[in-house]
C-alpha cells in the first residue's frame, strides 16, 4: 500500500497565480488600453443582463420605549420622562448576477488575442476555447439563503483563481425539480462541459436525466447518496465517512462496546448501517439500539431504554433542534458523562452544539476547522459576515472545476478525471470522488470542550492508494 500526495492543491495552491497577457514588444499601459477596448465592444455587443433575487424580504424592527422618573417638585407627585423610536425598517436582502457576464468575458479574451495577446505562464495548460461550467442553486424560493451563501463562496473561489479560460453560468434553480430541470436545459444548450449543484435531492432527481443525455457530468451538493451513480457525484457532507471515522477513533481510544439512538428516516437509516459496516470492519460491538419517530413523540422513551444499558459511547445521528432536546434527557437517564462517551455526526459540525448543555467531552468526526478558517475570514471580509456552512463546498466544487479546465475540455471533466485516486484538496481538506459517484473526505476528530470544539486527532493530508 503506498501514500500518495494529493494531485491538486486547490484554492490555496492556486490563489494569484493565473496565466498572464503577454505581447512582444507591448507594455502594461498597451495591454490596458486594448483590454478597455476590448470591454467595451463587448458590453456594446452583448450588454448587460442583471438579475436581482430578494432572498430575504424586508421587515420592520419593533419600537421601543424606556422611561425614567425623578420628583416633579410636586409633592406625591413624579415626573416621567419616556423616549423611545417607531421601529426602523430594514430593506430585502438581495444577491444580483449578471447572466452573460461569462459571454462578455469570452468576447474580451477573444479579442485580446486577435489583437496579438497571447496567454503567458500556461505552461502545458489548455489554450483553445473559454470552458464553460454551470452552476444550479436555489438564488429564490426555497433554500435561497442557503443558495445566495454558495454563489458568494462560488465568486470567492473565481476571485482567487482568476482563471482567463474558465467562465462559471450560475443559474437559479428557484427550488424547483422543474426549474432545475429548465435551467440544466439551457446550461446544456450554452455548451457547459461540467455542472455543480444542485442542492437539493429531488432537484438531482430531474436534473441528472437532463445532463446524462448529453454527457455532461454533475457534482451535486446533497447529502443524499442514493442520488450517485451514473455521472451524478455527490460532494455534500454524507454521514458513512463520519461514522467510519468517529468509530474507528474510538476503537483506538478502547471504546469496543457502541450503542445508537437514531431517527427513523433515511439519515437515521444509513448512520445505522454504517456504524455496523465499520463495526464488522474494527471488531466492535453494536450492543443497543433505539429508534425514533420524526415528531419525538417517542424519543423520551427511546432515551429511557438506553438507561438500562452497558456500553462505552452512545452514536447519536441528530443533530440541532433534536439535539437539544435530547441532551437532558440523557442526564436525566445518567448517560451522558461518566463511563459513556456521546459520539456525534458531521450535524454537530455547527458552533451552537457546543453551547447545549452535557455535550461537553463528546466525539464527532468533520472537516477541520482550521482548513477552512482563511476562507472564513475571506469571505466575511468581503461579504461582511460569516459564511453558511455550505459555502465551502460551492468554493471546493468551483475551484476544482476551474482546475480540471486547464486540461483539454474533451477529457477534463470526464470520470478518470473527477475520481483521480489520489483525490484532492480544499477548503475542507481532501476529499476523492469515487467511480460510484460518492465522495470520500479525510475527517477531523473533534472534541466538544469548556471553551468550544477543539481538533483531537488531525484530519489525513493524503490518500491511501493500493
Not at 486540461?407 to 471533466?413: G, K, M, R, V, W
Not at 477548503?427 to 460510484?436: E, H, Q
Request: charged residues 20%; glycine residues 12%.
Amino acid at each position: 500500500m503506498v501514500r500518495i500526495v494529493v494531485s491538486i492543491m486547490v484554492g490555496m495552491l492556486l490563489s494569484g497565480c493565473g496565466p498572464k497577457w503577454f505581447k512582444p514588444g507591448a507594455t502594461d499601459i498597451d495591454l490596458r488600453m486594448d483590454q478597455v477596448r476590448c470591454e467595451q465592444e463587448a458590453l456594446s455587443k452583448l450588454g448587460k443582463d442583471e438579475v436581482t433575487i430578494e432572498t430575504r424580504p424586508g421587515y420592520t424592527t419593533p419600537s421601543t420605549m424606556s422611561c425614567s422618573g425623578g420628583a416633579s417638585g410636586i409633592p406625591g407627585q413624579v415626573q416621567m420622562n419616556c423616549s423611545g423610536d417607531q421601529g426602523k425598517y430594514v430593506p430585502p436582502a438581495t444577491v444580483t448576477f449578471d447572466t452573460v457576464s461569462g459571454m462578455r468575458a469570452e468576447y474580451v479574451r477573444s479579442c485580446l488575442q486577435r489583437a496579438g495577446w497571447s496567454l503567458a505562464g500556461a505552461g502545458k495548460s489548455y489554450s483553445g476555447p473559454t470552458v464553460r461550467v454551470g452552476l444550479l442553486l436555489p438564488l429564490s424560493g426555497p433554500g435561497a439563503n442557503v443558495g445566495s451563501e454558495m454563489l458568494n463562496g462560488a465568486k470567492v473561489a473565481l476571485d482567487d483563481l482568476g482563471e482567463e479560460h474558465f467562465t462559471l453560468l450560475p443559474r437559479d434553480t428557484k427550488g424547483s425539480p422543474v426549474e432545475a430541470a429548465e435551467a440544466t436545459r439551457k446550461l446544456v444548450a450554452e455548451g457547459v462541459k461540467l455542472i455543480l449543484g444542485p442542492l437539493f435531492a429531488t432537484e438531482v432527481d430531474a436534473v441528472a436525466p437532463v445532463a446524462r443525455a448529453s454527457a455532461v457530468n454533475l457534482l451535486a451538493f446533497t447529502n443524499d447518496w442514493q442520488r450517485a451513480g451514473n455521472g451524478t457525484y455527490i460532494l455534500g457532507f454524507v454521514p458513512a465517512d463520519q461514522v467510519a471515522r468517529i468509530v474507528g477513533y474510538a476503537r483506538l481510544r478502547g471504546l469496543n462496546h457502541i450503542a445508537a439512538l437514531a431517527p427513523r428516516n433515511p439519515y437515521g437509516d444509513a448512520v445505522i448501517a454504517a456504524l455496523h459496516d465499520s463495526a464488522r470492519r474494527q471488531g466492535i460491538n453494536v450492543v443497543r439500539e433505539e429508534r425514533y419517530t420524526a415528531d419525538n413523540a417517542d424519543l423520551a422513551a427511546a432515551v429511557a431504554r438506553l438507561g438500562g444499558g452497558s456500553f462505552d459511547a452512545l452514536l447519536i445521528a441528530d443533530g440541532g433542534d433534536r439535539l437539544r432536546a435530547i441532551a437532558p434527557l440523557l442526564t436525566a437517564n445518567h448517560i451522558n458523562g461518566g463511563r459513556t462517551r456521546l459520539l456525534g455526526t458531521g450535524l454537530w459540525d455547527d458552533p451552537a452544539v457546543a453551547r447545549i448543555p452535557g455535550i461537553a467531552g463528546a466525539w464527532f468526526a468533520a472537516p477541520a476547522p482550521q482548513a477552512r478558517a482563511d476562507f472564513e475570514r475571506r469571505f466575511e471580509g468581503l461579504y461582511h459576515h460569516r459564511p453558511a456552512r455550505l459555502a465551502t463546498l460551492a468554493y471546493d466544487a468551483t475551484a476544482l472545476a476551474a482546475v480540471l479546465a486547464r486540461q483539454s475540455p474533451d477529457t477534463s471533466f470526464g470520470a478518470a478525471s473527477l475520481t483521480k485516486p489520489s483525490g484532492f484538496a480544499g477548503v475542507d481538506g481532501i476529499f476523492r470522488l469515487r467511480a460510484d459517484g460518492l465522495v470520500e473526505r479525510g475527517l477531523a476528530v473533534i472534541e466538544i470542550g469548556p471553551a468550544g470544539p477543539r481538533v483531537i486527532d488531525q484530519a489525513p493530508s493524503s490518500f491511501e492508494v493500493r
